[in-house]
């Protein structure tokens, strides 16, 4: 499976973007759609990530309330809505996929990713 992260950008600190991601294909069974971010010389940190079908969501303490991980069915794309941004969310966002039947304490490792994208740049100035 290949991903297809788009929707990075330069925005103002309280504004928002939304990025997409695309897999190649549909998955056909119970699976996981991730987002991870990654600053240069830092580890790369877990944001949110969801299981489809069954709706857990996970989201990183940092992002709760603001950031929102949705999928659209009829577009095959996984969108995380990012609002009121700050300087510190600056990164690359990388989407991940695990086609397999993660429990919720599994999600925020990125070991248990069995694909990624090639990474969004999101630039939060202040």
């Known amino acids: 499976v290949q991903l297809q992260a788009s929707g990075g950008g330069v925005v103002q600190a309280g504004g928002s973007l939304r990025l997409s991601c695309v897999p190649s294909?549909?998955?056909?069974?119970?699976?996981?759609m991730g987002w991870f971010r990654q600053v240069p010389g830092r580890e790369r940190e877990f944001v949110s990530a969801r299981r489809w079908p069954g709706g857990s969501t996970v989201y990183a303490d940092s992002v709760k309330g603001r950031f929102t991980i949705s999928r659209d069915n009829s577009k095959n794309t996984i969108y995380l809505q990012m609002d009121s941004l700050k300087a510190e969310d600056t990164a690359v966002y990388y989407c991940?996929?695990?086609?397999?039947?993660?429990?919720?304490?599994?999600?925020?490792?990125?070991?248990?990713?069995?694909?990624w994208g090639q990474g969004t740049l999101v630039t939060v100035s202040s």
């Open positions: 991940a996929f695990a086609e397999r039947g993660l429990i919720t304490s599994q999600f925020r490792f990125i070991q248990n990713y069995d694909y």
């Open positions: 294909r549909r998955t056909s069974s119970t699976s996981v």
